[in-house]
């Protein structure tokens, strides 16, 4: 498909637009949600990170007629057979707050050996031309004992990624996390795509 001028992304989540604006080159105009007049909750009913991505994509591409992409992030920890996984976002409940998220989390680590996790992200680009095309990036790590920082969102303050220097994604500033994160894997992979034609 032709390089787009602007781009909708599916949320108005302030984090993940701060997040992935940089990411995107000046001549890429990223549009939120509330840019294109959509303020209803997109539907988010399937049991895949890659299922939901491209639920809410297509969803915003049928109903308001513009090219959009959506990401589906899911936190899965070795311990807990990948839980919280595709359910992330509420896996302490529909409040999805995540400071009620990650004390859910530490409590069921409470005692474990094994703090291994990684993050991952699929993307899910839904084009005018009624094409979908999906990126993952992922980043491996462990889970600290209690959290630490104040940057970044989520489970941020607990994930240690392996990559990196010790520090949490919250105690580092958006551009050292922007180098390593699953969220801009993903989203390379999808400037790679728009790219290529």
Excluded: W
Aim: with cysteine; net charge negative; hydrophobic share 40%.
């Amino acid at each position: 498909m032709p390089a787009p001028t602007q781009l909708c992304f599916a949320s108005n989540n302030a984090h993940k637009l701060d997040e992935i604006r940089p990411l995107l080159p000046p001549s890429l105009a990223l549009l939120s949600l509330a840019d294109i007049g959509c303020h209803e909750e997109l539907p988010e009913t399937q049991d895949t990170l890659e299922g939901n991505a491209r639920q809410k994509a297509e969803y915003v591409r049928q109903h308001y007629g513009v090219a959009c992409f959506a990401d589906d992030t899911g936190l899965e920890v070795t311990a807990l057979d990948g839980a919280p996984g595709v359910y992330s976002a509420r896996y302490a409940g529909p409040q999805r707050l995540a400071e009620d998220n990650v004390a859910k989390l530490l409590q069921e680590l409470a005692g474990s050996a094994d703090r291994s996790a990684r993050f991952r992200t699929v993307v899910a680009l839904a084009g005018a031309d009624g094409t979908v095309h999906e990126f993952a990036g992922e980043v491996a790590g462990h889970i600290a004992e209690h959290g630490r920082g104040t940057g970044g969102f989520g489970y941020d303050p607990v994930f240690v990624p392996a990559e990196g220097d010790g520090r949490t994604f919250a105690e580092m500033s958006g551009t050292e996390k922007n180098l390593i994160s699953h969220r801009a894997r993903a989203v390379a992979g999808l400037l790679t795509f728009l790219n290529e034609d």
